[in-house]
């Protein structure tokens, strides 16, 4: 190819060299101009048949080429092929020798959990039946206590039933001790009427208690003393 080129340039400058010099030369310039033409066509076909076998020898590379990648890819498509099948059949192998290990394991598993299983059927049938009986018995004991209770609240019922009211209630204060004629009040306006629903018992007779419609105001209704020196005796 580099010689190819080297020889189009040589014919293009003595072509152009021939044009310029043409009407100067002599027939002795002019017979060897045209020798010099011939020779130039002689090369120039020469070099067009090297061409031609050069574009056949590069067509010819190129179909060897192609051919010997063909038959590359067909032979590493068949190693494909077999490193897959025999893939298949080591995970085959495998497949069944862990469905062995498998089987042995879980009948190894059942051989040794067999023993604590019944074991622990048995703990769990004893503590049932103990968890029965101390159920049993916390029952009977909440029975008894439930009667206790009773029996105690009757017997108490009973005591603040038979405990004797004071007939005064003397109720120390600075301005003059007041003295509250107690079974009087009881006889008269009833227990509830200051004690209210609950069972008798003391209670704090505070300073507004009194001055309102505990003492102050049910005096003013029944006549009672509602003055100072009247309730407060120094």
């Given at each position: 190819m580099f010689r190819f080129s080297g020889l189009c340039v040589l014919m293009l400058l003595?072509?152009?060299?021939?044009?310029?010099e043409e009407q100067q030369q002599t027939p002795a310039e002019q017979q060897q101009a045209t020798e010099t033409s011939n020779t130039l066509e002689e090369a120039k076909q020469k070099a067009n048949e090297a061409v031609e076998k050069a574009?056949?020898?590069v067509e010819d590379a190129k179909q060897a080429v192609e051919k010997s990648v063909n038959e590359a890819t067909r032979q590493g498509a068949a190693a494909v092929e077999e490193a897959k099948k025999e893939l298949a059949a080591v995970s085959t192998t495998a497949g069944q020798k862990a469905s062995e290990t498998t089987q042995t394991v879980v009948e190894k598993t059942k051989a040794v959990t067999?023993?604590?299983t019944e074991k622990a059927s048995e703990l769990v049938a004893s503590s049932?039946?103990?968890v029965n009986d101390l159920t049993s018995k916390f029952q009977d004991e909440e029975k008894n206590l439930t009667g206790l209770a009773d029996s105690?609240?009757?017997?108490?019922?009973?005591k603040v039933s038979e405990v004797v009211?004071?007939?005064t209630i003397a109720l120390e204060n600075k301005f003059g001790t007041v003295t509250l004629t107690h079974k009087f009040h009881g006889e008269t306006y009833g227990c509830?009427?200051?004690?209210?629903?609950?069972?008798?018992?003391p209670f704090e007779l505070t300073k507004d208690l009194a001055h309102s419609n505990m003492c102050k105001d049910c005096?003013?209704?029944?006549?009672?003393?509602?003055?100072?020196?009247?309730?407060?005796v120094k």
């Open positions: 003595l072509a152009l060299s021939a044009c310029s574009k056949a020898s067999a023993p604590a049932s039946q103990k105690t609240a009757a017997s108490s019922a009973q009211p004071p007939e509830a009427t200051c004690h209210g629903d609950n069972t008798p018992g005096h003013k209704g029944s006549g009672g003393p509602v003055g100072c020196t009247e309730c407060h």
